[in-house]
T-cell receptor, first 113, second 118 residues
Framework: KAGVTQTPRYLIKTRGQQVTLSCSPISGHRSVSWYQQTPGQGLQFLFEYFSETQRNKGNFPGRFSGRQFSNSRSEMNVSTLELGDSALYLC????????????FGSGTRLTVV | AQKVTQAQTEISVVEKEDVTLDCVYETRDTTYYLFWYKQPPSGELVFLIRRNSFDEQNEISGRYSWNFQKSTSSFNFTITASQVVDSAVYFCALSGPYSGGGADGLTFGKGTHLIIQP
């Protein structure tokens, strides 16, 4: 079966711009979670979406937002990009909310210059 | 607050050696879950094992084994007869109890970069 698909794989943006990342979960998975990975902070939970609703959010500023569509695909958006937003953004899908039977995608590598 | 500590930043061994990756955790939950993930250079996190707080049995899967000790809040991972393909970054992670109210997310350690030299 197809895995979790994240697009694009690589992205270069300029400080101040905004960016949208996409995640297509495994078929049948209704929960999508997003994580940010940086060398300094490591892996940090951004948010989880289930049934088109944000169920929980990590400790990130409001510039980080997301949404989920009726087909469970999810997008995350970062506005007013800062150099510190450069990171690998990983998406994970699971069958239900609140569980951690994650399957991770390969991530989107965002570089802010 | 939850915390996961992987004190070993990088380990380098020669192929066929055994290697143990350490993981120490902190949590106030009585029900919790511990995980190990592998991250190869391609970037995706590959699930290796999940263990709940009530199951302290050690687990063995091929060359991999895990030692969960609640008394010392540790969940260590051993690779026996290491191979070059085992080279990757390994993460230990912790979650609270599963909840229909939504996931708080996994708390990850900083990872251990394992290098297996031929």
């Amino acid at each position: 079966k197809a895995g979790v698909t994240q697009t694009p794989r690589y992205l270069i943006k300029t400080r101040g711009q905004q960016v949208t990342l996409s995640c297509s979960p495994i078929s049948g998975h209704r929960s999508v979670s997003w994580y940010q990975q940086t060398p300094g902070q490591g892996l940090q939970f951004l948010f989880e979406y289930f049934s088109e609703t944000q169920r929980n959010k990590g400790n990130f500023p409001g510039r980080f937002s997301g949404r989920q569509f009726s087909n469970s695909r999810s997008e995350m958006n970062v506005s007013t990009l800062e150099l510190g937003d450069s990171a690998l953004y990983l998406c994970a899908s699971s069958l239900a909310t609140g569980g951690y039977d994650y399957t991770f995608g390969s991530g989107t590598r965002l570089t802010v210059v | 607050a939850q915390k996961v500590t992987q004190a070993q930043t990088e380990i380098s061994v020669v192929e066929k050696e055994d290697v143990t990756l350490d993981c120490v955790y902190e949590t106030r939950d009585t029900t919790y879950y511990l995980f190990w993930y592998k991250q190869p250079p391609s970037g995706e996190l590959v699930f290796l094992i999940r263990r709940n707080s009530f199951d302290e049995q050690n687990e063995i899967s091929g060359r991999y084994s895990w030692n969960f000790q609640k008394s010392t809040s540790s969940f260590n991972f051993t690779i026996t007869a290491s191979q070059v393909v085992d080279s990757a970054v390994y993460f230990c992670a912790l979650s609270g109890p599963y909840s229909g109210g939504g996931a708080d997310g996994l708390t990850f350690g900083k990872g251990t970069h394992l290098i297996i030299q031929p």
